[in-house]
């Protein structure tokens, strides 16, 4: 008799196989952190920029620096040799709504609350609505 931490209902209303889905971690694929920390507008945020990348792209992820680890495609260019790839990892970023800037961290970690807007352009909105 506990509750489940995704859908809400009762333990004993899920099937054995559904109960142990349902416990597992989910692990966003975006920012690498729990699924359960995130509310379901802030999960559907961090889920767009990975469902634009085509079929068949591999993705990784890269850390820059003490920053983050990002999700990137991973490309591959021909070199002379045929048997050689040079091989770069694209990063892939949330990008404001307004100015279409890359988002930072704090501004992907609250994309729900600021509507996927910059912090600039969303004091800007902030500041209209409030006059």
């Not at 990975?50 to 003490?66: D, H, M, P």
């Not at 050689?84 to 961290?105: N, S, T």
């Amino acid at each position: 008799m506990s509750m489940c931490q995704i859908c809400h209902k009762d333990s004993e209303e899920h099937s054995q196989k559904l109960w142990e889905s349902h416990q597992q971690k989910q692990i966003c694929g975006f920012c690498s952190k729990n699924g359960l920390k995130h509310t379901d507008e802030l999960w559907e945020i961090h889920q767009l920029p990975l469902k634009q990348i085509r079929r068949g792209e591999k993705i990784s992820y890269i850390q820059i620096g003490f920053g983050p680890k990002t999700p990137a495609r991973v490309e591959k260019w021909p070199m002379h040799n045929p048997d050689w790839h040079q091989v770069d990892f694209v990063p892939i970023y949330l990008h404001c709504k307004d100015c279409g800037l890359a988002l930072g961290g704090d501004e992907v970690d609250y994309a729900d609350l600021l509507s996927c807007f910059c912090l600039d352009c969303f004091s800007k909105i902030r500041q209209e609505v409030e006059m």
